[in-house]
């Protein structure tokens, strides 16, 4: 099985300031046949599912505000807030749809310093 | 627009079996796989296996092999997903999700809350 480790567990920021969530997998989730990247960002709130933020590694999902982005390739990936606001307190997790079973981070909990 | 809906919550003993309902709304049900993730009590989030509503395929988590199946109505858009042999660690929030062609469950239902105690 693919380990998706995600750093840190939890980060605390002012808001305006940038938030910054790092995703490790074992083994690289490319695609080669098509070049995607198989990683996907979810937002999860309280009593809420979770909702796609980020997928392809670096694609933003249709209204998804432009604050949120998502970069890196091969094993290394990073969700990035640039400007928080209040309502991106959330648990975000890094998941893998190159194979199965498709693995999630363990999650990293956003809150407002 | 599109919608998962799933069926209530629900209290079983350890042993008896569950099964989870998730209706489609507001697309071809038999066009996008239907994945099943669950949520124990304030931790993360695990996959547990995918259906297809169009031939019946099911890939399913090692982990739960032998105890879970998925099924599909393509009559009712409803996707079903029966755990047996429960045991209190199965305690969670159970979720279905359509998989979208580019690897990411959109959207979710909105969670059933399956309790197992004696």
């Known amino acids: 099985d693919i380990v998706m480790t995600q750093s840190p567990d939890s980060l605390a920021v002012s808001l305006g300031e940038r938030a910054t969530i790092n995703c490790k997998s074992s083994q690289s989730v490319l695609y080669s046949s098509n070049n995607k990247t198989y990683l996907t960002w979810y937002q999860q709130k309280p009593g809420q599912p979770p909702k796609v933020v980020i997928y392809w590694a670096s694609t933003r999902e249709t209204g998804v505000p432009d604050r949120f982005s998502g970069s890196g390739s091969g094993t290394d990936f990073t969700l990035t807030i640039s400007s928080l606001q209040a309502e991106d307190v959330a648990v975000y997790y890094c998941?893998?749809?190159?194979?199965?079973?498709?693995?999630f981070g363990q999650g990293t909990k956003v809150e407002i310093k | 627009q599109v919608q998962l809906v799933q069926s209530g919550a629900e209290v079983k003993k350890p042993g008896a079996s569950v099964k989870v309902s998730c209706k489609a709304s507001g697309y071809t049900f038999s066009s996008y796989d239907i994945s099943w993730v669950r949520q124990a009590p304030g931790q993360g989030l695990e996959w547990m296996g995918w259906i297809s509503p169009s031939n019946g395929n099911t890939n399913y988590a090692q982990k739960f092999q032998g105890r879970v199946t998925m099924t599909p109505d393509t009559s009712t858009s409803t996707a079903y997903m029966e755990l047996r042999s429960l045991r209190t660690d199965d305690t969670a929030v159970y979720y279905c999700a359509r998989d979208m062609h580019y690897g990411a469950g959109s959207p979710w239902g909105q969670g059933t809350l399956v309790t197992v105690s004696s």
């Open positions: 998941q893998q749809y190159y194979t199965t079973p498709r693995t």
